[in-house]
């Protein structure tokens, strides 16, 4: 089964710092990848996704991903947070098989101070 | 617009009581699917469904059920509730079987 690690459980940034939230997953084959953002009292929204081509990838809000195939490794940055950036961030893993696998890591928490 | 929905938003049960969790969607997507969040766990699949009459059991299925008779509902039952299932849970849909899902609100369920 595969598995996904979010590697900072909370970060705390100054409006302004730059934002990178690590991501690695463990899985043999091809997956489509995903960084979701929930906003404090809200439901999940798509950031951005990574399913194939230019493995750098533009999201909403200024985001983007970068998957390293070598590295199983699908890193989200920002190189300007804002106050309104906090929030919870889950990677989010699916392997192209017939029996949904959908993992996400166990978040983390994105503090910004004004 | 198109959404999805959760109800109730919130519940609080007893152990051992049967529980039924609603989500609705709008979307017209066949895929549908039911997560669990706890902390330092992030969301864990439950069940998901492909369309009408399919149902798959997820990584945490056990003590869940799900049945889905049309394409805009899949209601999640806790046959005989625990302690262990108090948590959120959260509905998705979406337009394919891998790709981005669309996330209801979610019901916080408490289980005493």
């Known amino acids: 089964a595969q598995s996904v690690s979010q590697h900072n459980h909370h970060v705390i940034l100054s409006e302004a710092a730059s934002l990178e939230l690590g991501c690695n997953y463990s899985?043999?084959?091809?997956?489509?990848l995903f960084w979701y953002v929930q906003y404090p009292g809200q439901h999940l929204q798509l950031l951005l996704k990574?399913?194939?081509?230019?493995?750098l990838v533009k999201g909403i809000k200024g985001f983007e991903a970068e998957f390293i195939k070598s590295k199983f490794s699908f890193n989200l940055r920002k190189p300007s947070v804002q106050w309104s950036d906090t929030a919870e961030y889950f990677c989010?893993?699916?392997?192209?098989?017939?029996?949904?696998?959908?993992?996400f890591g166990a978040g983390t928490r994105l503090t910004v101070k004004p | 617009d198109a959404e999805i929905t959760q109800s109730p938003r919130h519940k609080i049960t007893e152990t051992g009581r049967q529980v039924t969790l609603a989500c609705h969607q709008t979307?017209?997507?066949?895929?549908m699917f039911w997560y669990r969040q706890d902390l330092g766990h992030g969301l864990r699949l439950i069940h998901y469904?492909?369309?009408?009459?399919?149902?798959n059991k997820g990584e945490v299925s056990d003590g869940y059920s799900v049945s889905r008779s049309n394409t805009e509902d899949l209601p999640l039952t806790l046959e005989s509730a625990a302690s262990s299932q108090t948590s959120v849970y959260f509905c998705?849909?979406?337009?394919?079987?891998?790709?981005?899902?669309?996330f209801g609100p979610g019901t916080r369920l408490t289980v005493l």
């Open positions: 979307w017209n997507h066949n895929n």
């Open positions: 998705a849909s979406s337009p394919t079987q891998h790709g981005e899902q669309f």
């Open positions: 899985y043999g084959g091809t997956v489509n």
């Open positions: 469904s492909y369309g009408v009459q399919d149902t």
């Open positions: 990574y399913f194939s081509g230019d493995p």
């Open positions: 989010a893993v699916n392997g192209l098989y017939n029996n949904n696998d959908m993992r």
